[in-house]
């Protein structure tokens, strides 16, 4: 729903390529994930994050104020939405409840969610936190069909991120990649259901 290389607009002035700085950060903060999932050592997304950051800098050999610090870890909190998302939420809403399911943090969630306007688009919102794994495990994913009420069956789990696709599919959901960059599949399970560019193309599949 919402574009994360905006990140990289936050980077600017702190790093000589910001667009670069935002994309080690970003590979960093899901490589976290996925090792503190498989080692059995959670820590919640924002302190996922800040640790990213941290390897980033000095990685990159960048070292941040003490301003430029809280700037660039709030970026995560004021995510930008792509265009077509707002009007396209608003139309599937009134035909199917909504629901988030992410990695993020219960407060970063939210307040990811007030910043962008969409907070009333969504009947739920369901963060890893709860289980204290990240995706794909799919106890992850088991929380959708067990909060929403739903057999997983019943559910179309939409994603731009190849991993989480592939974590969705194999946990038995029907699944959309929202593919905003033409990139191959990984070629390591099932495919997904349907394939989209957009969310206007995804609303235009389901109608």
Known sequence: MVDVGAVADACKGIAPDPT?????????????????????????????SERALEFTTRRLGIELSPAQHPRLMNAWLEP?????????????????????????????????????????????????????????????????????????????????????VLGAKSFGFKVCWINRAGVPLDALGPRPDLVVASFEALRTALD
Not at 24 to 41: C, D, I, N, P, V
Request: positive net charge; aromatic residues 14%; without cysteine.
């Open 20 to 48: 670069a700085f935002a994309a080690l950060w970003r590979t960093k903060q899901l490589e976290y994930t996925f090792l503190l999932s498989l080692m059995g050592k959670y820590q919640n997304f924002w302190t996922v």
């Open 80 to 164: 930008r939405p792509y265009t077509e998302v707002p009007a396209v939420l608003a139309r599937l809403k009134e035909r199917y409840p909504l629901a988030i399911l992410s990695n993020g943090s219960p407060r970063m969630l939210q307040a990811g969610l007030v910043h962008s306007g969409l907070r009333a688009d969504f009947r739920w919102v369901i963060s890893a936190d709860a289980v204290r794994l990240y995706k794909p495990a799919p106890k992850v994913y088991a929380q959708a069909p067990k909060q929403m009420k739903l057999k997983k069956a019943d559910i179309l789990f939409v994603s731009s991120n190849s991993f989480d």
